[in-house]
C-alpha cells in the first residue's frame, strides 16, 4: 500500500525567506512519481513540480524545488524567497508510474502563511 | 487561467433537486477525474474515466452519477443529495490514467451547499 506523510499541519514563514515542507513517502512500487500541489483559498489544485523515482537530479521550477532523497523516502518541497502569494494548502501526492489507473494518493497538506 | 473549465463554480441546491456539475479541457488528455474535497482535507478520488470509459468507481453513492459525452467533456449528475455532500466538487484530467508520470491538472472546483 502506499502512504505519504506531511508531518506539519501549519508553518509559517516570513515574507522574503526560503521555507521547506515535509512530505515521507511509502511504498513498494520500483517506479513511481512524486507530485507537489499549491492549493489557495479560491480551491484550485495548482500543479507545482514533479519528481520522478529514477530521476537523479532534484527537480526544479522557478522558485520551486524538491529535495528528494530515496532512501530516506522524503520529497521535501523548498520555497526559496517566499512571497505573500505563495500563503496557501500545499500537497504532497505520489503514485505508482505504470499501475493502479490513475489514483493519486496525497498526504494530509500543510497550511502555509507568509508573515510581510 | 486554468486549462479545466468547470461550471458552476458555486451550487447551492435542496435535497430533492437535480442538478450536474460540467467539466471541459481541450488539452487532448484521454483521462478525467471527479473529486470530492472537504475543507483541509485533501482530495477523495470519485471517479476515473479513460479514453471516455469508467475505469475507476470509489464506491461511490448512486446518488452521484457521472457521464463523460466526449473526450473533452466530462459532467457529474446529481440527485437527492445528502448534507454531507456539501463540499468542494474537483476535476482533474491527464495525459493517460495509466501513465503515473504525467500530472493531473485540475480545474477551479464547484463549491457545493446542500440545503
Known amino acids: 500500500a502506499q502512504k505519504i506523510t506531511q ?4 508553518m509559517f514563514v516570513q515574507e522574503k525567506e526560503a521555507v521547506t515542507l515535509d512530505c515521507t513517502y511509502d511504498t513498494s512500487d520500483q517506479s513511481y512519481g512524486l507530485f507537489w500541489y499549491k492549493q ?4 484550485e ?6 519528481q520522478g523515482s529514477y530521476d537523479e537530479q532534484n527537480a526544479t521550477e522557478g ?3 524538491l529535495n528528494f532523497q530515496k532512501a530516506r523516502k522524503s520529497a521535501n518541497l523548498v520555497i526559496s524567497a517566499s512571497q505573500l502569494g505563495d500563503s496557501a494548502m500545499y500537497f504532497c501526492a505520489m503514485r505508482a508510474v505504470y499501475n493502479q489507473g490513475g489514483k493519486l494518493i496525497f498526504g494530509q497538506g500543510t497550511e502555509l502563511s507568509v508573515k510581510p | 487561467d486554468t486549462e479545466v473549465t468547470q ?6 441546491m435542496g435535497m430533492t433537486n437535480k442538478k450536474s456539475l460540467k467539466c471541459e479541457q481541450h488539452m487532448g488528455h484521454r483521462a478525467m477525474y471527479w473529486y ?5 482535507k485533501p482530495p477523495e478520488l470519485m471517479f476515473v474515466y479513460s479514453y471516455e470509459k469508467l475505469s475507476i468507481n470509489e464506491s461511490v453513492p448512486s446518488r452521484f452519477s457521472p457521464e463523460c459525452p466526449n473526450s473533452s467533456l466530462l459532467n457529474l449528475h ?5 448534507p454531507e455532500d456539501s463540499a468542494l466538487y474537483l476535476c482533474a484530467s491527464s495525459q493517460d490514467a ?5 500530472p493531473q491538472h485540475f480545474g477551479d472546483g464547484t463549491r457545493l451547499s446542500i440545503l
Open chain 1, 45 to 50: 489544485m495548482i500543479f507545482l513540480i514533479y
Open chain 2, 36 to 40: 470530492k474535497q472537504k475543507a483541509k
Open chain 1, 40 to 43: 489557495p483559498s479560491s480551491g
Open chain 2, 7 to 12: 461550471t458552476p463554480k458555486h451550487l447551492v
Open chain 2, 98 to 102: 495509466g501513465q503515473g508520470a504525467q
Open chain 2, 78 to 82: 446529481l440527485h437527492a443529495l445528502q
Open chain 1, 7 to 10: 508531518t506539519q499541519p501549519g
Open chain 1, 63 to 65: 522558485r520551486y524545488s
